[in-house]
């Protein structure tokens, strides 16, 4: 409680002070990680503009690890620096919801991404009986605050119209994380297959569920990876490595899972998108991971065996699994049969169909529309304002 007034306070001081026209503040997944959306605005920045066009400040639970990222400042979330430069940024970009300790100020300009471009599990006011009271009340606070907020698609517009508590301006370009789906990714499977000591002609397939509210039971996660090994051999050839990404949630209890040969805990691997982009084949269950890999359209499978229990003890979905495009399966052997009889010009059309079905606004250059608007809130009121005064 008493650090908690402390801030407070730190932040009274702080939005006494001028904000910097060109500062950008962001954060991922509560400073857990430097990924997702907030990370791919970051890069386009870094790639894209003069060195000095931006001042962008990164914040982070831990500072430990985090020397070699470049291109950016970085500060160490409830520090007094920290304070100091989400209180003086003109533009404070996330991909969750924030706490009272982000007090907006009134020519500040807050971006929210959301973490996902579509999603399989009802959200916020939708899922309202499913969340604690003390989330929806900080959700709601937060709604509040926004200035814009990024949507991959029509059906997640009108989704953040009817439960978002969210009255102001939807940014339908698509979203940024999704942008590296769309290029020619060669450099960065061999980087990351590098990283991860994975040879250059394996072939990848990425497990990554996402988390019940029962966090304590690992069972569900456990998959007979050999003998998914050997079917997917016998029908796409090559060799297999697995992947295992848990949620965030669980990046305390991946160590607890056991593996077989050629699998490969990836929990603590930072950014999805780059999993993504080496995967042959990915298997989830109720995550968004699902939409954005469409991108790609390479097979998904969907490992739901407590479809019945997830959607009466954690959350109901927007869409019953079996009519996503999708191959679902709810048991082992279900899911290496379905394996054994992919189709992949059925899958391709059926992936086609659902795309054209949501109205994705996905088309690789969600970064670049957004810096475009970012310029214009950052710079454009100065750039007038000297126009009026040459013209007088």
Not at 186 to 215: C, G
Request: with cysteine; aromatic share 16%.
């Amino acid at each position: 409680m008493v650090k908690h007034f402390a801030a407070l306070f730190m932040i009274y001081l702080f939005n006494c002070l001028p904000i910097k026209k060109n500062k950008i503040f962001l954060f991922s997944y509560y400073g857990s990680q430097y990924g997702c959306n907030p990370k791919y605005i970051s890069e386009y920045i870094l790639y894209n503009y003069p060195k000095d066009t931006f001042d962008v400040v990164w914040a982070f639970n831990d500072l430990t690890g985090k020397a070699h990222f470049s291109g950016f400042r970085k500060v160490k979330i409830m520090t007094l620096r920290y304070f100091y430069e989400l209180c003086t940024s003109k533009v404070v970009i996330t991909n969750f919801r924030t706490t009272d300790l982000y007090v907006k100020r009134k020519n500040q300009y807050y971006i929210q991404t959301w973490h996902s471009s579509l999603r399989l599990k009802q959200i916020e006011k939708d899922a309202e009986e499913s969340l604690p009271q003390t989330y929806i009340n900080m959700a709601k606070k937060d709604s509040l605050k926004c200035d814009l907020l990024l949507s991959g698609c029509e059906y997640s517009s009108e989704v953040f119209k009817r439960s978002f508590w969210y009255q102001r301006e939807i940014f339908e370009y698509g979203t940024p994380r999704n942008d590296l789906l769309f290029s020619d990714n060669s450099l960065l499977k061999k980087k990351v297959l590098k990283e991860l000591n994975i040879e250059d002609h394996q072939k990848i397939v990425l497990y990554a569920p996402t988390f019940r509210k029962d966090n304590n039971n690992l069972e569900i996660y456990n998959l007979e990876y050999s003998n998914i090994n050997k079917r997917l051999r016998n029908k796409f050839g090559g060799e297999w490595t697995f992947l295992v990404k848990l949620h965030p949630h669980l990046i305390s209890k991946s160590s607890e899972l056991i593996f077989d040969d050629n699998v490969i805990d990836v929990t603590s691997y930072d950014d999805i998108q780059e999993l993504l982009c080496i995967a042959d084949i990915l298997i989830t269950d109720y995550s968004s991971l699902m939409f954005d890999y469409s991108i790609t359209q390479r097979p998904c499978f969907l490992y739901v065996p407590d479809l019945i229990e997830y959607i009466k003890k954690d959350r109901n979905l927007y869409f019953d699994v079996k009519e996503l495009p999708f191959i679902s399966a709810e048991s082992t052997q279900e899911l290496l049969d379905k394996i054994e009889y992919f189709d992949k010009e059925i899958y391709l059309k059926d992936v086609s169909d659902f795309i054209k079905q949501v109205g994705s606004f996905e088309k690789g250059k969600a970064s670049e529309h957004l810096l475009k608007h970012i310029e214009k809130v950052c710079f454009n009121a100065d750039r007038r304002k000297s126009y009026e005064r040459k013209a007088i």
